[in-house]
């Protein structure tokens, strides 16, 4: 029997891994795409943060459920229909022919990648023997680690030589084989009975995201009227509120709270919130700056941003030795101060600016993002008991989301108002130093918590 399983096994590793890296590579490779999806739509290059925004927040929403969904309804069902969704949102992208059109398939593409990941990982546990769960484990991590590195690139050379709609179209030959796969390859298992769902914190937590972040992406720039972005913004921080005084009653939480009471745990969620916040901005900024300020085709950007990617890949080899060297508190404070001052340095970048020189900062930061990233990752975990990780994980997951939407609504305000100050509809190169000095500092917020 075992040589029989050993394969299906793999199989199953692969076509997971796979899966995760449709997704992976599908939240990187559109931000090197969106200033050609603005000229193709005739939106403002600011309106188009709703396009990020969106599906950042439609993962943040239903990351949570999908354990429950999965213990529900069985995890090769929603495995396979959170394929059939993301690539059925990824048609949909494609097929947009306005930014409301765009920014609902997003919504739908998030739902789809939200199921992917977790429950991905749910059928991992379910499927490969112990002996090789190390082994599919960390082959797993790969989506995360090259789908960043390649994503800019290819959305750029799409971009440039083909159509931007390709970036989407490209997910519907994987996510027809991976249905077809998944049908085939695993079987259905159940895990353990569902708990009650919590409906009303479901609710709680959804509107009053979705109302928080509409409201500030409207903040100063005049996409809503003033008075419905003051009710969506302050309606959803209330919401939010109700959802903390609910979770403190109920006995199964969609988002657990109580997690927060960990002191290494709050330490690296504290500590962690406006540095991830300051970097979340970065896919949003940085490709804006090269094409619309620096006037670089949307593929001579990619292959530049890429390496920040590249730098937080060749940090994972060093991560171990450097914390285990310098330790948990001193990497974090440093981590901060080096980052923040690497965003404010990208103010220094003119269109006469060597672009050697660029993908040589871009590389040095992505390295210390990375690593800040380990430390916190590896600090949320270090005292959380076994039977509250995979809480934790779903809390991280959403404050990951939560945190990089709303760099990318902060980025966009502050080049709005830069715009405005000037009276001017066209972005330069220095239009964006207010949003990196802005960016880089919030960044310098984070020791205060280590």
């Not at 076509?15 to 200033?35: G, K, N, Q, W």
Request: glycine share 12%; aromatic share 8%; charged share 10%.
């Amino acid at each position: 029997m075992a040589p029989e399983r050993t394969p299906g096994a793999r199989a199953v590793s692969l076509l997971v891994t796979c899966a995760l890296f449709m997704e992976t590579l599908d939240a990187s490779i559109i931000t090197t795409a969106l200033p050609a999806i603005t000229a193709s739509l005739g939106e403002d290059p600011l309106a188009l943060s709703l396009a990020v925004t969106s599906y950042l927040l439609s993962l943040a929403l239903f990351i949570p459920v999908s354990g429950w969904v999965a213990d529900r309804f069985g995890g090769r069902a929603v495995f396979r229909a959170a394929i059939l969704v993301f690539t059925v949102g990824s048609v949909a992208c494609g097929l947009a022919d306005s930014l409301e059109a765009l920014v609902a398939a997003r919504i739908v593409q998030g739902m789809g990648g939200a199921m992917m990941v977790p429950v991905g990982r749910l059928i991992l546990l379910c499927t490969v023997p112990k002996a090789g769960l190390l082994r599919a484990m960390a082959f797993m991590t790969l989506p995360a680690l090259v789908g960043p590195v390649i994503g800019p690139p290819l959305g750029g050379m799409m971009a440039t030589y083909a159509s931007w709609r390709w970036i989407f179209f490209v997910n519907v030959p994987i996510g027809v084989i991976g249905f077809v796969l998944v049908s085939w390859l695993i079987r259905e298992r159940y895990g353990a009975e569902a708990r009650p769902m919590d409906w009303t914190g479901f609710t709680l937590v959804g509107t009053g995201l979705a109302g928080a972040m509409l409201g500030l992406e409207s903040l100063g720039r005049g996409i809503l009227p003033g008075a419905l972005t003051a009710a969506l913004l302050g309606g959803g921080i209330i919401e939010l509120g109700l959802y903390v005084a609910h979770a403190q009653r109920h006995a199964h939480p969609v988002i657990d709270l109580t997690l927060m009471r960990i002191p290494t745990f709050r330490a690296a969620m504290l500590g962690g919130l406006c540095f991830r916040v300051s970097i979340g901005a970065i896919p949003f900024l940085l490709p804006m700056m090269l094409q619309l300020g620096l006037v670089l085709t949307p593929f001579a950007s990619g292959l530049i941003t890429f390496a920040g990617a590249a730098g937080a890949l060749t940090m994972k080899m060093l991560a171990a030795p450097i914390l285990r060297r310098f330790g948990f508190r001193r990497v974090p404070l440093v981590n901060t101060v080096v980052s923040g001052a690497l965003l404010m340095g990208y103010t220094l970048f003119e269109p006469t600016t060597a672009h050697g020189l660029i993908i040589v900062v871009l590389l040095i930061g992505g390295f210390f993002r990375s690593l800040q990233f380990t430390a916190l990752n590896t600090l949320c975990k270090a005292d959380t008991p076994p039977e509250q990780m995979s809480r934790a994980t779903g809390l991280v997951g959403v404050a990951q989301q939560v945190t990089q939407s709303l760099g990318v609504g902060l980025a966009a305000i502050a080049l709005h108002l830069t715009l405005a100050q000037g009276d001017r509809s066209v972005l330069a190169a220095d239009d964006f130093d207010p949003a990196y000095i802005g960016i880089g500092a919030l960044s310098f917020k984070s020791p205060h918590y280590f």
